[in-house]
C-alpha cells in the first residue's frame, strides 16, 4: 500500500505563489492516478486536481483552472501541484491522494494534509 506525505504548504498574500509536494513511499508509484483535494473550514472536501499514471492527462476544478498546474515525477515518486495567482478563497487544507482509475469516489489512500493560507 502507498503512503502519502504532503509538503510545501504555508501562508502567501494573494497573488503569489506556492508549489505543494506530495512524495509517495512503494514501488508502485507510476500506477496510480493522482489527485489533489482541499478542504476549507467548515466546508466539505473539494476535488482540486487529477494526473494520469504516466501525467499525460490532467483535469482541474473550474475554480482552479488556469492558475493551478499538476505534474508528476515517477522517478521520484512524487506529485507537485503548482499554485500560482493565489486568493484568499484557495486557503484550506490540501490533500493528496491516490486511486486506481480516474474519478472522485476512486481515491483509496490519503496524506496527512498540508495547510495553505492566503491572506489579502
Known amino acids: 500500500q502507498v503512503q502519502l506525505v504532503e509538503s510545501g504548504g504555508g501562508l502567501v498574500q494573494a497573488g503569489g505563489s506556492l508549489r505543494l509536494s506530495c512524495a509517495a513511499s512503494?514501488?508502485?508509484?507510476?500506477?496510480?492516478?493522482m489527485g489533489w483535494f482541499r478542504q476549507a473550514p467548515g466546508k466539505e472536501r473539494e476535488f482540486v486536481a487529477a494526473?494520469?499514471?504516466?501525467?499525460?492527462?490532467?483535469y482541474y476544478a473550474d475554480s482552479v483552472k488556469g492558475r493551478f498546474t499538476l505534474s508528476r515525477d515517477n522517478a521520484k515518486n512524487t506529485v507537485y501541484l503548482q499554485m500560482n495567482s493565489l486568493k484568499p478563497e484557495d486557503t484550506a487544507v490540501y490533500y493528496c491522494?491516490?486511486?486506481?482509475?480516474?474519478?472522485?469516489?476512486?481515491?483509496?489512500?490519503w496524506g496527512q494534509g498540508t495547510q495553505v493560507t492566503v491572506s489579502s
Open positions: 491522494a491516490a486511486a486506481d482509475r480516474f474519478g472522485a469516489t476512486n481515491y483509496h489512500t
Open positions: 512503494g514501488r508502485t508509484f507510476d500506477t496510480y492516478v
Open positions: 494526473i494520469s499514471t504516466s501525467g499525460r492527462t490532467t
